[in-house]
């Protein structure tokens, strides 16, 4: 079975004469251990692809299926449990929390799960050992380069130990040798069955992918 699968998926915004579609008779299966690349030039589409396959978004008309079960039969509730635990984000904005370490930052996310104190702290130490940055988890994202923000942003992504990583523009800030390893981090993590989906308009990145997904207003190509 499919992890994922997207059935002619249409997405509108606003109404009437001022409306717009976003996206147009989407059709996609995503397998469970997959390592995909959505690639599109800048309103194309794949954000707001991104944002449905990551349940912060509804489809207007279609059918979304996770796991054989069509979202929209979830309820609230459900689905946030499934976004806290199912599904890791990574932005090319790092998205970290100016105030908080390294550590706290990692941290955060698991106090929302009501995971205890003991495993939260095992848990974070391990993510950010896993991505080379342990040593940096009492530094502020300002007292850090942006390879290792965005290695930090991975670490809060993973510590949850979620089954599907969604990462968008993942290398978007970062120079080319950060951008290499970050790309490392997440074949790695495909290589031990987690299921990576990336959001990219680097063709080198989607050439590298196991599946390169093309967008065009609103259409696969």
Do not use: W
Request: charged content about 25%; aromatic content about 6%; overall charge neutral.
């Amino acid at each position: 079975m499919a992890l994922i699968e997207l059935e002619n998926i249409t997405k509108y915004y606003g109404m009437g004469d001022t409306s717009f579609k976003a996206l147009d008779d989407v059709s996609l299966t995503i397998s469970r251990g997959d390592f995909v690349a959505i690639t599109g030039t800048s309103g194309s589409g794949k954000s707001t692809l991104m944002n449905m396959l990551g349940l912060l978004d509804t489809q207007s008309t279609g059918t979304y299926r996770l796991d054989g079960t069509p979202v929209n039969t979830i309820p609230e509730h459900k689905l946030s449990h499934i976004r806290n635990r199912e599904i890791g984000f990574i932005f090319q904005s790092f998205n970290l929390i100016p105030s908080l370490t390294a550590f706290e930052n990692v941290e955060l996310p698991l106090i929302y799960r009501g995971v205890g104190k003991e495993e939260r702290r095992f848990l974070c130490e391990k993510s950010l050992e896993r991505v080379g940055v342990l040593h940096r988890r009492s530094h502020k994202p300002s007292e850090m380069s942006g390879g290792q923000q965005q290695r930090v942003a991975i670490a809060r992504a993973i510590a949850a130990a979620p089954s599907i990583i969604l990462a968008d523009e993942p290398t978007g800030n970062l120079d080319s040798k950060s951008g290499t390893e970050v790309m490392r981090i997440l074949y790695e993590l495909n290589e031990q069955g987690k299921t990576i989906i990336i959001i990219t308009h680097d063709e080198k990145i989607a050439e590298n992918s196991r599946r390169v997904i093309r967008i065009s207003d609103g259409k696969l190509t």
